[in-house]
């Protein structure tokens, strides 16, 4: 079965919008080699549609020289909106209901990877659903402080256990964690 990798950019303080505006200095050789790892790995990207949107304004116009454009905006795209009615990015295709299902279905086709970017209700719904197999956490040794788009879960523990860790030397912590169940209290 294929894995479900959402990788996540957040600032010390939990910020996770606009990382464009405060990841870039630590963008390195080393942090672009790890992302590309991590794209290569995956034939498929799941994309909520704010991300989708933000994606597909940027991505078609970019070029490098690792290939990672390239693999942005070659790779199959299912974008999941109960309000967006088509997707014109190249390869791309909107799951409107059912999200579980379908998702569940991809997971079950031969392949590699299955990647989406951010947190956001999208990743919130696959980890209620038991559907996210990975969370790839680049933290930033930065404060944003900004209290709107936090990496956090209001009112829900989702326990997750360290699987692998990899500082770069730009201070980028990657930690990647598997969910696990909740551990019983103990009375």
């Not at 947190?119 to 990975?134: A, V």
Request: proline share 4%; charged share 20%.
């Amino acid at each position: 079965m294929r894995k479900l990798i959402a990788s996540v950019m957040t600032s010390l303080d939990g910020a996770i919008e606009h990382p464009e505006v405060w990841s870039m200095d630590y963008w390195s050789d080393e942090a672009e080699a790890q992302a590309c790892e991590l794209l290569f790995a995956s034939d498929a990207l799941l994309l909520g549609r704010v991300t989708y949107e933000g994606f597909a304004e940027a991505w078609p116009e970019m070029t490098d020289e690792s290939g990672y454009a390239e693999r942005m905006n070659s790779l199959p795209k299912y974008v999941v909106s109960s309000t967006l009615e088509k997707a014109d990015w190249n390869n791309s295709t909107v799951i409107g209901s059912d999200v579980a299902g379908e998702v569940a279905k991809l997971k079950q086709q031969p392949g590699q990877n299955i990647l989406t970017f951010g947190w956001g209700r999208l990743t919130e719904s696959l980890l209620s659903h038991g559907l996210l197999d990975e969370v790839n956490v680049w933290l930033h040794p930065v404060l944003v402080g900004s209290e709107e788009g936090q990496l956090h879960r209001k009112g829900v523990a989702s326990p997750l256990e360290l699987v692998d860790s990899r500082t770069l030397a730009s201070g980028i912590v990657i930690l990647n964690y598997r969910p696990t169940a909740p551990k019983a209290s103990e009375d």
